[in-house]
């Protein structure tokens, strides 16, 4: 079972930056995406940022782009979302995640194979 060390969420007012932190204990796949997805009350889970274990390519969702970064550390086996200009509509669980490349943009987040604990983050003034 992977185990993934998650940190990083809180609260912050319109328009603030945060950053998520996730360390997975292992990987299971030769060729895999991580990421996160987000969950908010009421709604479904939505994808929301993926870099791949190879070439480091990146996807985001349309509702984070141009203000969400994601990025890698090889050395320190972790990776990072930087969040900026953050809304309330962005307030969720944000739970970090491996599964099949492409994972984050597919129906159901078909392909998503593990996933942490989640940290909250809440967006309000």
């Known amino acids: 079972q992977v185990q993934f060390v998650e940190s990083g969420g809180g609260l912050v007012q319109p328009g603030g930056s945060l950053r998520l932190s996730c360390t997975p204990s292992?990987?299971?796949?030769?060729?895999?995406?991580i990421g996160w997805f987000r969950q908010a009350p009421g709604k479904e889970r939505e994808g929301v940022s993926c870099?791949?274990?190879?070439?480091?390519?990146?996807a985001y969702a349309d509702s984070v782009k141009g203000r969400f970064t994601i990025s890698r550390d090889i050395a320190k086996n972790t990776v990072y979302l930087q969040m900026n200009q953050l809304k309330p509509e962005d307030t969720a669980i944000y739970y970090c995640a491996t599964g099949e490349p492409g994972w984050t943009q597919r129906p159901e987040l078909r392909g998503v194979d593990y996933w942490g604990e989640g940290t909250l983050v809440t967006v309000s003034s």
């Open positions: 870099i791949n274990s190879g070439d480091g390519s990146t």
């Open positions: 292992e990987f299971t796949r030769d060729s895999y995406d």
